[in-house]
């Protein structure tokens, strides 16, 4: 009859009863309650499969015909499956390695925003919403390697470094930047641009300066050597490129000009002045 109990053991150990209400096997005395089915499969079967403490106020597996199974740490559910997969609650730490299959994707933000996946042939980290920022706060410096070679070295507080075949190409420093080799403009319309009394040094003492300081342009020398212009045919004319000032041709004359027209040419045997000379 109801709570009427088949008891096992010395101290009554392990009881069998129902309650009128529900069936229960209770392992008492701090005695381990164990199933064994040897070779054989065992089964706990039932609408709704609760595994809990003795007083039933904590859960430990709370499992439900047609629904979740839930486990649960301290009586606050950490793990439920759901008709999609399952929903943990906190953190998971793996200690081996978290494996997924091709085209399985890691997908973080209530809309998906971040995706990290492989496809079989390629790894891709894909964000979709917002911007991708890589972070950190306690190393000494983020960097990105292909084949163990160096592509970006980003270091705190200090330089950002990019490389061709494990070669430093660019440098940042307090100054600005540093370049190893040539610097490329492939594009039409390319082109480096200046502000005003910004200039372009050439020479370890910047003997050779060329800048614009808002109201005139300048090349200036002020260095060791000479200043040296070299061409086979050298022009100097107007900014629209209509009309000429002075031309010299190698192995030919040197010309002057009025106006566009010319006034003075060197010859083989002298000079050639076109119009009149004033003394």
Known sequence: VD??????????DLQIYHSGTNNFVDSVNNHDLILRAGTANAFVQGSNVFIGNEGGSKKYIDAHENGAVELFFNNNKKFNTTNDGGTLTGNLFVSEALQLNDNKKIEVGNSADLEIYHNGTDTFIDENTGNLAIRTTSATHISLKT??????????NGAVQ?????????????????ITGRLAFNNTGSSIQLADNQKATFGNGQDLQIFHNGSNSFIKHDGTGALWVYADDFNIGSPDGTQKYFNAVKSGSVELYFNNNKKFQTTSGGISVSGDISV
């Not at 990019?162 to 600005?176: A, C, P, Q």
């Open 3 to 12: 709570n009427q109990k088949i008891r096992f053991g010395t101290g009554n």
């Open 147 to 156: 084949n163990n070679e160096n592509a970006i070295f980003c270091g705190a």
């Open 162 to 178: 990019l490389y061709h075949n494990n070669i430093e190409k660019f440098v940042t420093d307090s100054s600005g930047s540093v």
